[in-house]
């Protein structure tokens, strides 16, 4: 584990004399995949439609100097075990490198031995087989695709498409119905009502705005009829690289666009349920945007170690115990986010 703890939130952390921390917040990490820092209204994309994210990014405190992998695998194994990807065996993304240890020692491997509840819903990408599957390393309930996402050749048979793909539920084929962004969702909100009466654990990992780019056709109509031409974007630090398409950029702004549609869904729940003030909720990204793109001025893409390809959001919510609206420019990275999330719930950390 990292030891880089707490001390991240501590400027941010409202007294708790005033609002007393429950021992055992439930926790919510969203993780989405090949999602750039442009792609954000927050982060002054003015064609992009993320109004929940935008309001996420409001009520939470903002790491504006967080950093990650160059590719998701490496990101994933740090982001899990607070160490660095080299310790866990996973560096890279394909050939074998993305099979993390079977000895390496989970967030959710802790907090399940602490009493939560936890489940993990959409990418693993960490080992599709016995012992390095998410329910061998402490996910008690998981509704994953295999491999690095659908659409590539781990794929079941009938499960190549993002819509009614086949997934692994607890260790066994499923096929399911729908968008695959919308079906993890649902799977998750299932999972956070029935686990209601004690503390949970919720790793939301999409596989979009990842390759094939598709969507539901309304998400994507609705960008392809709009000014998606460089000029209609700021212009801060590097220009939008050669290569770029307007129409592979629709099909990404639909894809974050439902996912944005899905964190909506989510942060209603935890209001309807009334589990808002006990919830720390996390949303960050894997690793820069694979495609050229308006990506906040940064240098680089996804696969580089330039800000663009490492530079992500990380947004932190925890209403009334961490301070909304704050921004951190103290460089955090990946490592940082287990033990914190440890230290926020108590739960010992190992040596």
């Known amino acids: 584990m990292s030891v880089f703890p707490l001390f991240l939130l501590i400027p941010a952390i409202e007294p708790l004399a005033n609002a007393a921390a429950p021992p055992s917040p439930n926790v919510i990490v969203i993780l989405t995949d090949d999602q750039g820092h442009g792609d954000l209204g927050f982060h002054g994309n003015p064609v992009i439609r993320t109004p929940h994210l935008d309001r996420l990014a409001r009520e939470s405190v903002r790491f504006t100097r967080f950093y990650v992998s160059p590719v998701c695998s490496p990101t994933r194994a740090s982001l899990l075990t607070g160490r660095y990807n080299y310790r866990t065996g996973v560096v890279d993304t394909y050939i074998g490198r993305s099979l993390m240890h079977p000895d390496e020692t989970t967030l959710a491997e802790l907090l399940a031995g ?3 509840r936890t489940g993990i819903f959409g990418k693993w990408h960490l080992g599709d087989n016995y012992p390095m599957r998410p329910i061998d390393q402490g996910f008690q309930e998981a509704l ?3 491999g690095g996402g659908i659409g590539q050749p781990s794929d079941p048979p009938g499960g190549e498409s993002y819509f009614d793909t086949v997934l692994q539920h607890n260790g066994k084929a499923v096929k399911t ?3 695959c962004s919308d ?3 649902e799977a998750a909100l299932r999972f956070i009502e029935s686990s209601r009466s004690q503390p949970f654990f919720v790793w939301l990992a999409f596989n979009a705005p990842h390759t094939p780019l598709e969507l539901p056709e309304a998400y994507e109509r609705h960008y392809l009829e709009q000014d998606l031409s460089p000029g209609a974007f700021p212009q801060p630090g590097r220009p939008i690289p050669q290569g770029y398409s307007t129409n592979i950029t629709a099909k990404i702004y639909g894809m974050v666009e439902n996912i944005d ?4 869904r989510l942060l209603d729940r935890l209001d309807e349920l009334e589990l808002a003030s006990r919830t720390v909720v996390v949303f960050l990204t894997d690793n820069g945007p694979q495609q050229p793109r308006y990506n906040s001025g940064f240098r ?3 696969g580089t170690v330039y800000e663009g390809g490492i530079r ?4 932190i919510r925890w209403p009334g115990q961490i301070a909304a609206g ?5 460089i955090a990275a990946h490592v940082d986010l287990a033990p914190t999330l440890l230290a926020i719930c108590r739960v010992p950390t190992p040596a």
């Open 114 to 116: 602490t009493g939560y």
């Open 144 to 146: 994953v695709h295999k």
């Open 177 to 179: 119905r729908g968008y």
């Open 183 to 185: 079906v993890y969702t």
């Open 261 to 264: 549609d899905n964190v909506g």
């Open 300 to 302: 680089g893409l996804k």
């Open 312 to 315: 992500v959001p990380c947004f």
């Open 326 to 330: 704050r921004s951190i420019d103290r």
